[in-house]
């Protein structure tokens, strides 16, 4: 959180969101992982680590029994992503929640 803050501009702030999204989620504090993971998507929408921030949003909330925001984010990120790794695991996890 500090270093965005010291430093707004910084190419890596995507990165830096990204795994401080990463880090809430490992704590269990998902509703703040979610935000993190939209501020990088927000800021940065053609960033490579887009489709696993939409993915990670998707776990998140799955864990928070939001199974109905969860499928929204997993059809939008098929559709925006689907030549990704993340594309993917979501069309997967899409079968499987049918």
Request: proline letters at 6%; a positive charge; hydrophobic letters at 35%.
């Amino acid at each position: 959180g500090q270093f965005i803050q010291k430093y707004p501009s910084s190419g890596y702030v995507p990165v830096a969101l990204y795994w401080q999204g990463n880090a809430y989620y490992a704590g269990r504090n998902y509703k703040e992982a979610i935000a993190s993971y939209q501020r990088l998507i927000a800021r940065t929408p053609g960033h490579p680590r887009v489709p696993e921030a939409k993915l990670a949003i998707a776990n998140c909330q799955l864990e928070l029994k939001d199974s109905r925001a969860a499928k929204a984010t997993l059809q939008d990120l098929v559709k925006a992503h689907p030549d990704t790794e993340a594309g993917a695991t979501a069309k997967d996890r899409l079968a499987r929640m049918k």
